[in-house]
């Protein structure tokens, strides 16, 4: 059973950093695609970082430079550092697992909030 569990969520102020966490189970977790995603209170899910299996890693424009996302396969998890947050950075943040193999596999935590507030 593939599992996602997030971690590493809470509040904190403007200018201020998080570290969140994903711990994969129930996968070959160094074979997929690993990706940090976003929602904000009435908006559409966004990909925030991407980490490919073979590392390269691709940002949302507004995160770039600001967050880096980071993995380990040995112990199945992926990290985001996130620095010098802003309110807009507000939502809840979702781990995704992903590759195709003769078709897609994918697999979704459920999520950690974050929030950014004075």
């Known amino acids: 059973q593939v599992q996602l569990v997030e971690s590493g969520g809470g509040l904190v102020q403007p200018g201020g950093s998080l570290r969140l966490s994903c711990t994969a189970s129930g996968i070959s977790f160094s074979f997929y695609n690993m990706a940090w995603y976003r929602q904000a209170p009435g908006k559409q899910r966004e990909l925030v970082a991407l980490?490919?299996?073979?590392?390269?890693?691709d940002y949302l424009d507004a995160v770039e430079g600001r967050f880096t996302i980071t993995k380990d396969d040995i112990a199945s998890t992926v990290y985001l550092q996130m620095n010098s947050l802003k309110p807009e950075d507000t939502g809840v943040y979702y781990c995704?697992?992903?590759?195709?193999?003769?078709?897609?596999?994918?697999?979704w935590g459920r999520g950690t909030q974050v929030t950014v507030s004075a």
């Open positions: 980490i490919k299996s073979g590392g390269y890693t």
């Open positions: 995704n697992a992903d590759r195709w193999v003769g078709g897609r596999d994918t697999a």
